[in-house]
T-cell receptor, first 118, second 115 residues
Framework: DTGVSQDPRHKITKRGQNVTFRCDPISEHNRLYWYRQTLGQGPEFLTYFQNEAQLEKSRLLSDRFSAERPKGSFSTLEIQRTEQGDSAMYLC????????????????FGAGTRLSVL | AQSVSQHNHHVILSEAASLELGCNYSYGGTVNLFWYVQYPGQHLQLLLKYFSGDPLVKGIKGFEAEFIKSKFSFNLRKPSVQWSDTAEYFCAVKPLLGTASKLTFGTGTRLQVTL
């Protein structure tokens, strides 16, 4: 399977604990995105990387959230001091950006990590 | 900032019925438009996309969508739905210009196809 891979698929934690999720993009993709999806809503953008550079962050990404993509390959999303409002599906997507070749700039999504904060 | 509206939250159809799901966006500039589908228990998958050219685009599984620029709409259609089309459908928009690379999604439409 060469799709976007996310781990774990489901995480249950207690309020106040820290959690970390991992995303492995499609191997040749240079862009990686994080989204959050709550029940009854569409995915909402959190942040994205081009290679190892974090180029955009949403206002949804409070200072308890941090994302990294240290070598331009996999990425981690950490949530510190989790709150019940953080319960959601966290989705990762990747795409290949090649200048004006927009036909390739399609985002492919992973299965997501479902976070439940008790 | 751009936004996307999907007016139908839950649609129930019998097999072989025709489908049209509405999608309107608000953004003043040029956009790329997408429909994604999420089958039960599966991840989001691209159904079809519009970048430029012919405003009527065809996707997988017999779906098509028409971009009407004057109406800021990108409605999804299928002439005859199947039980296997039961899923949640999301419309998304991405501005073409500037540094913004994110997709802005609508709230989704849950389609239930009955036998």
């Amino acid at each position: 399977d060469t799709g976007v891979s996310q781990d774990p698929r489901h995480k249950i934690t207690k309020r106040g604990q820290n959690v970390t999720f991992r995303c492995d993009p499609i191997s040749e993709h240079n862009r990686l995105y994080w989204y959050r999806q709550t029940l009854g809503q569409g995915p909402e953008f959190l942040t994205y990387f081009q290679n190892e550079a974090q180029l955009e962050k949403s206002r949804l990404l409070s200072d308890r959230f941090s994302a990294e993509r240290p070598k331009g390959s996999f990425s981690t999303l950490e949530i510190q001091r989790t709150e019940q409002g953080d319960s959601a599906m966290y989705l990762c997507a990747s795409s290949y950006s090649a200048g004006q070749d927009i036909a390739k700039n399609i985002q492919y999504f992973g299965a997501g990590t479902r976070l439940s904060v008790l | 900032a751009q936004s996307v509206s999907q007016h139908n939250h839950h649609v129930i159809l019998s097999e072989a019925a025709s489908l049209e799901l509405g999608c309107n966006y608000s953004y003043g500039g040029t956009v790329n438009l997408f429909w994604y589908v999420q089958y039960p228990g599966q991840h989001l998958q691209l159904l079809l996309k519009y970048f430029s050219g012919d405003p009527l685009v065809k996707g997988i599984k017999g779906f098509e969508a028409e971009f009407i620029k004057s109406k800021f709409s990108f409605n999804l259609r299928k002439p005859s739905v199947q039980w296997s089309d039961t899923a949640e459908y999301f419309c998304a928009v991405k501005p073409l210009l500037g540094t913004a690379s994110k997709l802005t999604f609508g709230t989704g439409t849950r389609l239930q196809v009955t036998l």
